[in-house]
């Protein structure tokens, strides 16, 4: 059973950047997953952030975070991480990590297509 454990989450100042961890257990190599981070603020829908193939060569992000945010994997270590510079109070929100099973495209962005979750790690950006 895929187990997924985010971490590195906290406060930090708008434009100050943060490095989120997503630690991949219960399989021999997280490299079989495609992957993702969604986000939720406090009444609002889980959205999707950014997804990444399961090799690492291909990613994908939310207009958003586009161009702030860096999305990569080291499958040696079976974590995925989520590089957030030039934080914005919008950021704030409990993120979470995602990964599916091998079928089908790796680049989806709803949450209901991913089949393993995160208990999430929350983020404040203060103005």
């Known amino acids: 059973q895929v187990q997924l454990v985010e971490s590195g989450g906290g406060l930090a100042q708008a434009g100050g950047s943060l490095r989120l961890s997503c630690a991949v257990s219960g399989v021999p190599s997280s490299s079989t997953y495609a992957m993702a981070w969604f986000r939720q603020a406090p009444g609002k829908e889980r959205e999707f952030v950014s997804a990444i193939s399961q090799a690492g060569g291909s990613t994908d992000y939310a207009d958003s975070v586009k161009g702030r945010f860096t999305i990569f994997r080291d499958n040696s270590k079976n974590t995925m991480y989520l590089q957030m510079n030039r934080l914005e109070p919008e950021d704030t929100a409990v993120y979470f990590c995602?990964?599916?099973?091998?079928?089908?495209?790796?680049?989806?962005?709803?949450?209901?297509?991913?089949?393993?979750w995160g208990q999430g790690t929350q983020v404040t950006v203060s103005s």
């Open positions: 995602a990964a599916r099973n091998p079928v089908g495209t790796w680049d989806l962005c709803f949450a209901y297509d991913y089949d393993y």
